[in-house]
C-alpha cells in the first residue's frame, strides 16, 4: 500500500544545531507540504513544493528551508533550531488539484522536535 | 490573504447530533476539506466541497455556502470514537495549498 513516512517520530536537539526531518511517499504525488502544529495554532503551512526542483515558502518560511530533489522526498532542515521551533511537524501530499482531483492531503504520522 | 474561523470546542452527548461551524474569507476559492484528528495522530480526510450544498457520507456530511464563506460539519449519532479535533481548512486561489484553522475539538460524552 502506498504511504507517506516521516524520521525521526521524536528527535531532541539543542538550541544552534542543524536539523533534519525526513519526509518520503510512495503515492507518487507531485505535490508536498510540510506544516507545524502548535496548540491554539493548528496547521501552519512553512514550505510546499508541487515537483521536482519546486519550492516555495509557506506563512511561517523563516529558519526552515526544503529541497526536492525527487518525487517521493521532500527534507525540512533547520538551519540553527531555535526554542520557538519546538512543535509537531507533519509532511503531507497530495495529487494536483484538477477536475477528478479534489487535492486531499494524505498526512505522514508527525515529528515531535524538542528544542532545549 | 485567508482567515478561517471555527469554535475552539464543543461538548456533545452519545448518540447525539452535532454541528460544527467554519467560516472563512479568502481571495479565490477552490474547495473546503474538513479533517478529523485524533489526540497524538495525524489528521485524516473526511470532506470536501466545491460546490453550494450538502455532501453527505454516513454518519457525517458537509455543507458549504460559497456567498456566505460558510461551511459546516454534521456528525450524526455520536459515538465516544468520535471525540476528536475537527479542521477546516480552504484552498483558495492557488489551488494545491490549503491554509487550515486552528480546529475544533469536540468531547463526546456518555
Known amino acids: 500500500d502506498a504511504e507517506i513516512t516521516q524520521s525521526p517520530r521524536h528527535k531532541i536537539t539543542e538550541t544552534g544545531r542543524q536539523v533534519t526531518l525526513a519526509c518520503h511517499q510512495t503515492?507518487?504525488?507531485?505535490?508536498m507540504f510540510w506544516y507545524r502544529q502548535d496548540l491554539g495554532h493548528g496547521l501552519r503551512l512553512i514550505h510546499y513544493s508541487y515537483g521536482v526542483q519546486d519550492t516555495n515558502k509557506g506563512e511561517v518560511s523563516d529558519g526552515y528551508s526544503v529541497s526536492r530533489s525527487n518525487t517521493e522526498d521532500l527534507p525540512l532542515t533547520l538551519e540553527s533550531a531555535a526554542s520557538s521551533q519546538t512543535s509537531v511537524y507533519f509532511c503531507?501530499?497530495?495529487?494536483?488539484?484538477?477536475?477528478?482531483?479534489?487535492?486531499?492531503?494524505?498526512f505522514g504520522e508527525g515529528s515531535r522536535l524538542t528544542v532545549l | 490573504g485567508q482567515n478561517i474561523d471555527q469554535p475552539t470546542e464543543m461538548t456533545a452527548t452519545e448518540g447525539a447530533i452535532v454541528q460544527i461551524n467554519c467560516t472563512y474569507q479568502?481571495?479565490?476559492?477552490?474547495?473546503l476539506f474538513w479533517y478529523q484528528q485524533h489526540a497524538g495522530e495525524a489528521p485524516t480526510f473526511l470532506s470536501y466541497?466545491?460546490?453550494?450544498g450538502l455532501e453527505e457520507k454516513g454518519r457525517f456530511s458537509s455543507f458549504l455556502s460559497r456567498s456566505k464563506g460558510y461551511s459546516y460539519l454534521l456528525l450524526k449519532e455520536l459515538q465516544m470514537k468520535d471525540s476528536a479535533s475537527y479542521l477546516c481548512?480552504?484552498?483558495?486561489?492557488?489551488?494545491?495549498?490549503?491554509?487550515f484553522g486552528d480546529g475544533t475539538t469536540l468531547t463526546v460524552k456518555p
Open positions: 481548512a480552504v484552498t483558495g486561489t492557488n489551488a494545491g495549498k490549503s491554509t
Open positions: 479568502t481571495s479565490g476559492f477552490n474547495g
Open positions: 503515492w507518487n504525488h507531485n505535490n
Open positions: 466541497n466545491v460546490l453550494d
Open positions: 503531507a501530499s497530495s495529487e494536483s488539484w484538477g477536475p477528478t482531483n479534489t487535492g486531499e492531503l494524505f
